[in-house]
């Protein structure tokens, strides 16, 4: 195969779906299935798979707290999901000054080189 070819590999698309007697997929390397890893990593805790215990966000990082460092998730944004550019900010919260929104924009990382 060429190498200029990108390998149709289906993953199964979160939350886990069935539609038509087959689970739901995203391709592999799409915007969608990056963005499916990002939340991934966000939303599991360091030691929460057995398989990879040092996969995800710290402990003391809560999305419950206020004052969350951005710089700590996007550090493991970057050292879990290569392909995505994350980019974060706190949004401030007019109703609610306990509440911090942090805001995860993400992009295509481009290959140097």
């Known amino acids: 195969m060429p190498s200029d070819l990108s390998p149709n590999v289906p993953h199964i698309k979160l939350p886990m779906s069935v539609f038509g007697g087959r689970f739901r997929a995203v391709e592999q390397d799409t915007t969608d ?3 499916q ?3 991934a990593v966000i939303s ?3 030691g929460q ?3 990879l215990p040092e ?3 710290p402990s003391d990082i809560t ?3 206020k004052d969350v460092n951005p710089s700590v998730i996007e550090t493991a944004l970057n050292e879990w999901e290569g392909r995505a550019q994350a980019t974060l900010e706190i949004v401030p919260q007019d109703q609610d ?3 911090e929104v ?3 924009q993400v992009e295509e990382a481009q290959d140097i080189g």
């Open 33 to 35: 299935e990056i963005m």
């Open 37 to 39: 890893c990002v939340k």
């Open 44 to 46: 599991t805790v360091v």
């Open 49 to 51: 798979r057995e398989e």
């Open 55 to 57: 996969f995800g966000l």
């Open 63 to 65: 999305f419950s707290m």
């Open 97 to 99: 000054t306990l509440l």
């Open 102 to 104: 942090i805001r995860v």
